[in-house]
């Protein structure tokens, strides 16, 4: 069984930091490359951040791009997306999402083949 488990959301307060994990299972690992996205309510899903099956290639949205930082340690099938100097608009629930792309640049546009259940991540004074 594929599984993905985001975890680290949470309350933080308007320029701090957070930083999430996404826990992969049941996949090679390192042949997928992992996508983070966001939704918010009444907001269409966003796609935040991706990287590339081995990690030498990454992708920002406009909106995070000097702020996120993603990363992978495939030694331990997880990425993580450091996230600091948050903003209100920050706020939604965040996803990790895989897909098959043994090489290549990442795409946060294509469709991922698994989803995780998302880690809420509330910013608020």
Do not use: H
Not at 18 to 32: K, T
């Amino acid at each position: 069984q594929v599984q993905l488990v985001e975890s680290g959301g949470s309350l933080v307060q308007p320029g701090g930091s957070l930083r999430l994990s996404c826990a992969a299972s049941g996949l090679p690992f390192n042949s997928y490359a992992i996508g983070w996205f966001r939704q918010a309510p009444g907001r269409e899903r966003e796609g935040v951040s991706c990287i590339s099956s081995r990690g030498g290639s990454t992708y920002y949205a406009d909106s995070v791009k000097g702020r996120f930082t993603i990363s992978r340690d495939n030694a331990k099938n997880t990425v993580y997306l450091q996230m600091d100097s948050l903003k209100y608009e920050d706020t939604a629930v965040y996803y990790c999402a895989a897909i098959w792309k043994p090489w290549g640049q990442c795409e946060v546009e294509k469709t991922y083949n698994y989803w995780g259940q998302g880690t809420q991540v509330t910013v608020s004074s």
